[in-house]
């Protein structure tokens, strides 16, 4: 059983930066595959980024292609989410997801963190 804790999220202005850590623990890090998902008031979670077990290989939904980068460290068994030029349509409760395979643009994944807040005022 894998246990993540999210951290990082907070009030910034638009265009500011923000990076969300998510800690996992309870499990072999590497042998997952990480994303980070995030869920709007109202709308339905959403799938923003993955990365390959290694690390070696990434990608990010369009909407946050360019502003937004994953990355993790197997050594610290974290997984990290930089974001910069955020936009007032990036609020939402981020969650990390881990998994087997983690498809590009579903929102499935083995277990899930409890979610840390990100608000982006205009």
């Known amino acids: 059983q894998v246990q993540l804790v999210e951290s990082g999220g907070g009030l910034v202005q638009a265009g500011g930066s923000l990076r969300l850590s998510c800690a996992a623990s309870?499990?072999?890090?590497?042998?997952?595959?990480m994303g980070w998902f995030r869920q709007a008031p109202g709308k339905e979670r959403e799938f923003v980024a993955t990365i390959s077990r290694t690390g070696g290989s990434t990608y990010s939904a369009d909407s946050v292609k360019g502003r937004f980068t994953i990355s993790r460290d197997n050594v610290k068994n974290t997984v990290y989410l930089q974001m910069n030029s955020l936009k007032p349509e990036d609020t939402a409760v981020y969650y990390c997801g881990a998994g087997r395979q983690i498809i590009a643009g579903k929102t499935i994944a083995d277990y899930w963190g409890q979610g840390t807040q990100v608000t982006v005022s205009s």
């Open positions: 309870g499990g072999t890090f590497s042998s997952y595959v």
